[in-house]
């Protein structure tokens, strides 16, 4: 919020810019193949947590972004909206993960 | 109503009057919503501060039997919260929502229907938290409604209820206020008017704005586990079942002190603009100021613990929060010395805004210091659940909050209505409340010091705590004294008005773009577009330089303001449906405490208030300047929905 | 000065941008915290279920993993139908936008399903912390696509109405972006709440 960005895209253009339904589908698929991922980890039961946390995060984080940049546009959208929205997600990290650590979850494991 | 329910969905009458309370309670412009935030935190605050004095008297003598126990936590709690969510912070939207358009020389706000809501929405909730009083069962937790004595088996009444549900109402309002007027000063801005260029005012508002975006919803979170716990049997703070009650005390937290910076931070900026006026100064160090103001509203998510120190955190969290909250002290402090360094040598004018702002400096200065020695964990343990504690949040929220909004009253309320206050009893005013308020809340330093527990609605002789505690009730009623002072002062000036000559177009040598508009403000604020060069634009057109580089008047203000005789500008038309979607709120509240019946006509209104919003352009197709953009006005529409189906959402889920 | 009807597509706005779609931004960074704290209240109380079923004992991740996936691809059809509108594709709008509130309604329905299964297993809403704090987070998010699945039937309600044209396109566009976030906190949720595995009894 701290910079000025009076001189933005005009909106109505980018309408043209967005990508095909073609991409959309190719990104579904993406996603459904990283959703078949984590679920198959489900069944790897020798797989140890301080190993499968970390890949399952991963991969959640790679969905999460995926469909914020393509489905709600932020790829190609003005950087307000993300800034706006990644703030919500910062602060909220930050904040709830102080909570979490006040609460020792991460020694539980 | 009825003229609403008679009406088809789609097809209604839509309010055209100008004149009379139809006016008032369908208006979609931001000055009289304004003024409507502004009158109703002024009751409020009277009831806030019946409530102080009764609280007093309770206390003036050792075994006091004015209130007795129960209804003495009743008084405190609604106390409490009355003046933290019923009078500062609307009393702050007040002035947020009739200047910021002003001063970024905007027409109205982006949504001027979603700012009528949020207006409705706060008074119902308030209505609905107050009525409590009314129906027998006012709250008795404690504003900050600790965990599990706020369960139903320390606290079996309806009570809680009340205010989990009123501030959960209440929570909406300035959800969704927060997000209009964040559009609002991104998007609305005068040509030429970067943020840079933005009145610290707008700034410290924003701030707040954001601060309230991100905090209200933690307390949605806790407000809706601690309901849940109540009606419906869930274990959040059941400590019998395993729960923790400390999650309360984050969560409430985490929202809470942010929520101090959403009291502190509209003052700052409404003495931001007065003590440049009254020195003839530009502010000292303008980008200091928002800086700090934006370093104030991040730094304050990172201290929320140390209202917890005595909680049982444990030490790492002890000495973290410790050090953060030494911390946020310096942005504070970089303000109160730009304050100062503003006045320095400046031709001072103690006019009334500008002694209430002198009193915000010290005043708050000392709630700051005394809050500095909380950082410090081993004196907070003593200082806890004591009246050092009470002072020092007075000293806070009373000398910096309130006096500052004074402080605004006195200095805006030539643009609003168009007179002045009566200087001889501002003064009045300013005194008797200054004096009055150091009688009462400075002892309270010696007696939290000398162990009187706060929230005890008695002590015994003999403990030393006799004098000081009549001394503060005889301060407490000086204070009462000073409001009185500030009513009579609204009707005399009000009266003297009448056959007094207009105040004219600049009363104070102002420096912000609200002044270019006369006063009182024309409904349609501007007849044109102002083209902003600097900050203080106002000023710059009044004032310029000479060859020898003096300051040299260049213009009249009569010259510089506009005359409000624009009569084409096309306004945004006037709605029934904010005022029927908030009535819809209070019974779905009853409905969840009662009878879930209750929730019937709550929730028909709501719907329908949804509806008829949607389905009704935002501009009067009829009206007398509307044009042919159809499409732009539904999609204000469109995006209103998407929110107040939000707001439904809160209550009901 | 712009008039408020002039500056709602972003023309002479200061960012240049729509405020609609600025607001609606704003309240999803504001959702951001909401949700936070449902999680993070799940994530303190996932291990004190106290006699009650424990959630290492009562997840059916194939189950809860399909729904996900309809969830999933329900994006996907919001964009589909976005992107119909776009190009001025009446039909395919309102053929997308309705399968997208199919998608979610079937959700819905396996999350009724889920509840119902759980209960008869012994979970109730009342039985422990955990119980109370998985029932009100997971129900929060169902409320939230419930109310999605409310703004499609509107927006399809509209079309029919011959009001959702191209040119308001962007209505549908917001009410996109609340339906992906909806998804995205699914995404959390799923992960973070069903796969990484959880206490057992």
């Known amino acids: 919020m701290s910079t000025d960005t009076a001189e933005h895209v005009d909106t109505h253009d980018e309408a043209h810019d967005h990508p095909s339904d073609r991409k959309y589908v190719q990104v579904a698929i993406i996603l459904a193949i990283v959703t078949a991922l984590e679920v198959g980890t489900y069944w790897m039961e020798s797989v140890p947590g301080e190993v499968l946390i970390p890949v399952l995060m991963l991969m959640m984080v790679y969905k999460f972004f995926y469909v914020a940049a393509w489905f709600m546009h932020l790829k190609f959208d003005s950087p307000m909206f993300t800034k706006f929205f990644v703030a919500g997600l910062i602060l909220a990290t930050i904040v709830y993960g102080i909570m979490l650590t006040a609460f020792e979850f991460w020694h539980k494991g | ?653 | 000065m712009a008039d408020a009807a002039a500056v709602s597509h972003g023309h002479g706005t200061g960012t240049g941008l729509s405020n609609n779609k600025l607001l609606m931004w704003t309240f999803l960074g504001s959702e951001c915290l909401l949700f936070g704290g449902l999680i993070s209240t799940y994530l303190i109380y996932r291990s004190r279920f106290g006699d009650g079923p424990a959630p290492g004992d009562i997840f059916d991740i194939p189950f809860t993993s399909v729904s996900s996936f309809v969830l999933l691809m329900s994006s996907l059809t919001m964009v589909l139908s976005l992107s119909a509108l776009q190009r001025g594709d009446i039909r395919n709008n309102r053929i997308w936008l309705l399968t997208t509130a199919l998608l979610g309604a079937l959700f819905i329905g396996g999350q009724v399903y889920e509840f119902t299964t759980f209960l008869r297993e012994g979970l109730g809403y009342t039985t422990s912390p955990f119980s109370s704090a998985f029932f009100t987070l997971t129900g929060f998010h169902g409320v939230h696509v419930s109310l999605g699945i409310v703004m499609l039937m509107s927006l399809l309600i509209s079309s029919f109405r011959g009001t959702l044209t191209k040119e308001r396109s962007e209505t549908v566009e917001i009410v996109g972006l609340y339906w992906h976030f909806v998804d995205v906190v699914w995404i959390f949720i799923f992960t973070v709440i069903y796969l990484v595995p959880s206490p057992t009894s």
Not at chain 2, 115 to 125: C, D, E, P, Q, R
Not at chain 2, 267 to 276: A, Q, R, T, W
Not at chain 2, 561 to 573: E, F, M, N, R, V
Not at chain 2, 625 to 648: C, S, T, V
Request: glycine share 10%; with cysteine; aromatic share 16%.
């Open chain 2, 1 to 653: 109503m009825s003229e609403t329910t008679a009406n088809p969905i789609g097809v209604y009458t839509r309010p055209k009057g100008n004149t009379g309370w139809r006016d008032w309670i369908t208006t979609v412009d931001h000055k009289k919503i304004g003024i409507l935030y502004g009158a109703t935190a002024m009751l409020f605050f009277l009831i806030g501060g019946l409530e102080a004095l009764l609280i007093r008297l309770q206390l003036a003598t050792p075994d006091g039997t004015v209130l007795g126990a129960d209804t003495y936590n009743r008084v405190y709690t609604m106390h409490g919260v009355t003046m933290v969510f019923m009078v500062i912070m609307p009393l702050a939207a007040a002035f947020a929502n009739y200047l910021l358009p002003l001063q970024i020389g905007a027409r109205d706000v982006a949504f001027p229907r979603l700012n009528a809501l949020s207006y409705w929405v706060f008074l119902f909730g308030g209505l609905f938290l107050n009525m409590a009083w009314i129906l027998g069962d006012a709250p008795d937790g404690g504003w900050f409604a600790y965990a599990p004595n706020t369960g139903t088996i320390f606290s079996p009444g309806k009570g809680m209820d009340f205010y989990a549900l009123g501030l959960q109402i209440m929570g909406i309002a300035s959800l969704i206020s927060a997000m209009n007027l964040i559009v609002t000063v991104l998007n609305m801005r005068a040509p030429g008017m970067t943020l840079f260029k933005m009145p610290v005012f707008t700034w410290m508002i924003l701030v707040v704005q954001f601060l309230l975006l991100f905090a209200v919803p933690v307390i949605t979170v806790a407000l809706f586990l601690l309901m849940f716990d109540r009606n419906f049997g869930a274990n959040f703070f059941n400590p019998e079942m395993g729960a923790d009650p400390l999650l309360w005390q984050h969560l409430f937290w985490i929202f809470g002190h942010p929520e101090v910076y959403i009291l502190i931070l509209p003052s700052f900026g409404i003495i931001s603009e007065v003590i440049p006026t009254f020195s003839r100064k530009p502010i000292f160090g303008y980008p200091f100021m928002v800086f700090s103001g934006i370093a104030i509203g991040f730094m304050g998510w990172g201290v929320w613990a140390h209202h917890m120190f005595v909680s049982g955190i444990g030490p790492i969290s002890i000495a973290a929060f410790s050090v953060s909250t030494m911390f946020i002290a310096v942005p504070t402090g970089v303000k109160i010395l730009n304050w100062l360094a503003t006045m320095w040598g400046g031709k001072i004018r103690f006019n009334t805004p500008m002694l209430f702002a002198s009193g915000v400096v010290s005043m708050f200065t000392i709630g700051g210091l005394s809050g500095v020695t909380h950082s410090l964990a081993p004196a907070d343990t003593q200082q806890t659940d004591t009246y050092y504690i009470v002072a020092h949040f007075h000293y806070v929220i009373f000398g910096g909050a309130l006096l500052g909004i004074f402080a605004g009253f006195y200095f805006w309320w030539p643009k609003a209505f168009g007179h002045l206050l009566n200087e001889k009893l501002g003064k009045w005013n300013f005194w008797l409340m200054l004096v009055g308020f150091n009688m009462t809340f400075g002892p309270m330093h010696i007696l939290g010091l000398q162990g009187m527990s706060r929230r005890i609605d008695t002590y015994s002789p003999g403990f030393g705590f006799e004098f000081w505690n009549m001394f503060a009730t005889i301060g407490a009623f000086i204070i009462g004294l000073g409001v009185l002072a500030f009513l009579l002062n609204v009707w005399v000036s009000a009266r003297a008005a009448r056959h007094a000559p207009p105040v004219g177009p600049d009363p104070w040598d102002a420096r912000s773009p609200e002044w270019f508009t006369p006063n009182p403000t024309p409904v349609h604020n501007f007849d044109d577009d102002i083209q902003i060069e600097a900050l203080d634009e106002f000023w710059h057109r009044k004032y310029g330089q000479d060859e020898n580089g003096r300051l040299v008047r260049v213009a009249t203000a009569e010259e510089v303001c506009q005359d409000g005789s624009a009569t084409d500008t096309h306004l945004p038309s006037p709605s029934y449906w904010p005022i029927v979607l908030a009535a819809g709120l209070p019974f779905i509240g009853f409905g969840l405490m009662y009878s879930l019946w209750f929730c019937v006509p709550g929730g028909a209104l709501v719907l329908m208030a949804i509806y008829g919003w949607v389905f009704e352009p935002t501009d009067d197709p009829d009206g007398p300047h509307g044009h042919g953009h159809h499409d732009d006005h539904d999609d204000d529409g469109a995006a209103d929905e998407a929110a107040a189906e939000d707001a439904e959402e809160a209550p009901v889920g």
